[in-house]
């Protein structure tokens, strides 16, 4: 069975039901970028450090490699290309949704999202990448 | 051949109104079952994602939502 990995769209709305599926829940470095990055007290940080450190553990935290950044930066020049997404955007729009893709292909996982239009985008040119609406994934 | 493609598509068979391709074959939260007995690291990353997620509700209390 594959694994969901969570965007971090997904945070604010189902707290009770992370936690509640934390021990089948994959995280991206990616996500706990986003969340250490907008967080503002230090007690937070330290959660968020002991919460790295006990994912690591656990083995449920994907960190994407430099293949990852690869192939991501190549999804999204595809985008590009095709014109899905203006030529005029910085480099990095997209770039962390497309790292968190990318981390879920390589390790036989789903995307759960809030962020459907991102990521439906990213389908288009990363055609083995499984998305599912949090809405629908936690009904 | 083209007229069936069209269902498809119209029914969820391969991209469905959302955009997403069609996501009925993934499993939904309530398939993974909670362990009744949790090995130590299992053990740490609930204590860890209990008290993370905590925070992280606290802080939306006192500052807003910004990561998204």
């Known amino acids: 069975m594959a694994f969901p990995l969570l965007d971090t769209s997904v945070f604010p709305t189902y707290k009770k039901q992370i936690e509640k599926r934390f021990e089948f829940i994959y995280f991206s470095t990616i996500v706990l970028y986003e969340l250490t990055a907008s967080s503002v007290d230090q007690s937070t940080l330290q959660k968020y450090e002991r919460w790295k450190i006990a994912l690591n553990k656990a083995d449920r935290l994907l960190t994407p490699s430099m293949n990852d950044y690869w192939v991501a930066a190549n999804a999204v020049r595809r985008l590009r290309l095709l014109k899905l997404i203006n030529k005029n955007l910085a480099a990095t729009v997209l770039q962390n949704d497309a790292l968190i893709a990318r981390s879920a292909h390589t390790h036989d996982c789903f995307v759960v999202t809030e962020n459907v239009k991102d990521f439906s985008l990213l389908q288009k040119v990363m055609p083995k990448l499984e998305v599912i609406p949090a809405a629908e994934f936690f009904s | ?68």
Not at chain 2, 14 to 30: F, T, V
Not at chain 2, 51 to 67: C, D, H, N, P, R
């Open chain 2, 1 to 68: 051949m083209g007229k069936k493609n069209e269902n498809e598509n119209k029914t969820g068979g391969n991209q469905i109104s959302n955009g997403l391709r069609d996501y009925s074959h993934l499993p939904r939260a309530k398939d993974f079952k909670p362990s009744k007995r949790l090995s130590r690291e299992m053990q740490e990353l609930k204590k860890a994602t209990r008290e993370a997620l905590k925070a992280l509700e606290e802080e939306e209390k006192k500052y807003g939502v910004s990561f998204t």
